[in-house]
């Protein structure tokens, strides 16, 4: 199954993840945030066209201040913000979950974050875990949560390496 671009030929209305805030911006949306360049939409669709799962990526920055200090060390103090990708949601139908859906399209916006990082400068891919279940999933790959702003980040040098 090959990840792609979203495109009007998916469908999206039926996507169901469980989770209302992330099934109503796929549906409803999805498109016109492509359609203004706020995100590319990936989707993992079947044969049909149907989206199993989907993920959004975007360009970010982080304060300086809220990286772990053994990082930040590394970077000049003129930096007040480091350039990053947002990971702003990702997504599996639930009658899809169980088939490594999440893990693959994790590592297939992993991949896109080191082709941008080799094109751009890029410190770290970010995300915004919407509950524990998503802090506890993206930590088994790496990510490390900051906790004073809730997001969590993977530097592209410990993707690179893995």
């Known amino acids: 199954m090959k990840i792609q671009l979203l495109e009007k030929k998916h469908d999206k209305e039926g ?5 209302p805030l992330l099934d109503n ?20 669709p079947d044969e049909n066209d149907k989206v199993l799962g989907y993920y959004t990526l975007s360009s970010s920055s982080i304060s300086r201040m809220d990286m772990p200090v053994d990082l930040i060390r590394k970077f000049p103090p003129s930096y007040a913000d480091l350039p990053a990708v ?20 994790l590592m ?11 094109q751009l400068g890029v410190l770290a ?9 998503a802090v506890d999933f993206y930590q088994k790959y790496g990510f490390i949560l900051l906790p004073d702003i809730n997001k969590m980040f993977i530097a592209v040098d410990t993707i690179r390496k893995s």
Request: hydrophobic share 35%.
């Open 25 to 44: 911006y796929i549906r409803r949306q999805a498109s016109q945030d492509v359609k203004k360049d706020l995100s590319a939409v990936y989707v993992l």
């Open 15 to 19: 996507f169901d993840s469980e989770t």
């Open 125 to 133: 891919l970010i995300v915004d875990p919407i509950d524990q279940k």
């Open 86 to 105: 947002l990971l702003g949601r990702l997504a599996v139908d639930k009658d899809s979950k169980g088939n490594g859906y999440g893990p693959h399209l």
């Open 108 to 118: 297939d916006a992993m991949e896109r974050t080191l082709g941008l990082a080799d």
